[in-house]
């Protein structure tokens, strides 16, 4: 079995880094060797070795409505054949600058740029060029691209001044990043009352998804509203990967709570290199040119990016299509916990929109630490037994899932059947 995919991998080693252009993809925390794709059709993946795969991964996010949608192929055909990057305005980077704010009411004023680290790691910039304050406040297990000011760690004990999880992050970079516990609202306001004058920003994953999916608990998202405006301190969403998975308003329509600034990625690219942050008009008035925080970008809006994304979105605007991958999530993840209760097992399902999380571990899962209490052994062995039967899960049990608007009834029931097997 996979023997094209296993004979790829050993070529591909020898000249990429490891193999693979993104770490995760390298199945380090599954074992085994990863597979090669050759194809997407709507919900499937087809691999090298001709096997065919329900995705549930979706390239991380971003095909909500599944591999080579007609409608965003077309478009995109089209707008390839006028020319593929200009470095001059285009109209169609306003029409979807529209369609966003369409959907996300809070960005007064949008910048496309090419990745989500791009947009926090700008977001970030903009946030201390705007208070002229230094300290940027994250939660563990949230993740935020790999800015060096993101890549930190929460330092040991008491302290919540952070250190470098990378090396090459230098530690003067690092201890101007705190971090705190996600949902822990205590030590939010404890560090609020002794440095908040001093904090430039907070930056959150208000659906975390990048420990597995994690919710914010009642209060948690509305303290840190109410604490970032008694401070002037920006309040910066990273909707990178829940914004148009949790609700198509991202969770600050899903949770009502108004940020700063969010940061929008993945499906707002429709398969390619985009995203994008905007806000408050006041701050975003320090973006350059109009303002003094500096940041560029050669293809940022290219007009390929920029069809693929106006497509994408305005299928999604389609009556019904997003409420169905919802009820398809919720179907998948009943029918999940009802096969678990039956055999007794006790297990976690993190799930809102169209992201879901199945933790080895009885205990509920609302920070890192408690994600960090799953069996990941246990979990090697499910996603081996899942993958086997044609079901890609994401690799790691600290990643979120996805569905999307193709998946049907039909691939639902087999996913369960392939879990019942998975569970025996
Ligand atoms: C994926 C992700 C990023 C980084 O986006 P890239 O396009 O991979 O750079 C940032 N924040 C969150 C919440 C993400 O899920």
Redesign the pocket.
């Known amino acids: 079995m996979n023997i094209r995919s296993n004979m790829l991998f050993s070529e591909a080693q020898k000249i990429l880094v490891g193999g693979v252009n993104s770490p995760v993809r390298a199945f380090k925390s599954v074992g085994g060797s990863p597979l090669f794709m050759k194809k997407g059709q709507g919900p499937y993946l087809y691999s090298e070795d001709d096997q065919e795969y329900i995705d549930y991964v979706l390239s991380?996010?971003p095909m909500l409505l599944g591999h080579a949608d007609p409608d965003v192929t077309k478009a995109l055909l089209e707008a390839v054949q006028k020319g593929t990057s200009f470095g001059t305005p285009s109209q169609l980077e306003t029409q979807l600058a529209l369609l966003v704010q369409n959907f996300f009411p809070s960005l007064e004023k949008i910048r496309f740029v090419c990745?989500?680290?791009?947009a926090?790691m700008s977001a970030i910039r903009l946030a201390r060029g705007f208070t002229q304050r230094k300290l940027i406040v994250k939660f563990n297990g949230?993740?935020?691209?790999h800015a060096d000011s993101m890549l930190v760690a929460a330092g040991s004990g008491s302290l919540t001044f952070g250190h470098p999880d990378s090396a090459g992050v230098l530690e003067e970079v690092a201890q101007n990043t705190l971090v705190l516990d996600y949902n822990d609202i205590a030590s939010l306001k404890k560090l609020f009352e002794t440095k908040g004058p001093q904090i430039a920003g907070v930056i959150i994953?208000p659906v975390a998804?990048?420990m597995g999916v994690v919710l914010p608990k009642e209060g948690f998202l509305q303290t840190l509203r109410e604490l970032c405006t008694q401070y002037n301190s920006v309040l910066i969403f990273?909707e990178?990967?829940c914004g148009l998975r949790v609700h198509l308003g991202g969770a600050q329509a899903l949770f009502n709570i108004t940020p700063d600034l969010t940061?929008l990625?993945?499906v707002i690219g429709g398969g390619f290199s985009s995203?994008a942050y905007g806000g408050r008009a006041d701050i975003m008035a320090f973006v350059s040119p109009l303002g003094h925080v500096y940041q560029a970008g050669t293809l940022a809006g290219n007009p390929i990016a920029m069809t693929a994304g106006i497509a994408t979105l305005t299928k999604l605007k389609t009556h019904g299509l997003f409420e169905k991958a919802i009820e398809h999530t919720q179907a998948l993840t009943q029918g999940m916990s009802d096969r678990l209760k039956r055999k007794n097992l006790s297990y976690v399902l993190n799930s809102v929109g169209t992201m879901f999380s199945l933790f080895f571990t009885s205990h509920p899962v609302s920070s890192l630490a408690e994600a960090k209490t799953s069996d990941t052994a246990l979990f090697k062995t499910y996603f081996h037994h899942m993958l086997n039967q044609g079901i890609y899960l994401a690799p790691s049990q600290f990643e979120a899932n996805f569905m999307s608007t193709v998946h049907s009834e039909k691939d639902i029931q087999n996913t369960l059947s392939a879990f019942e097997k998975a569970i025996q």
């Open positions: 991380w996010g990745s989500g680290t791009e926090c949230c993740y935020h691209g994953e998804g990048n990273d990178v990967m940061c990625g993945k995203a």
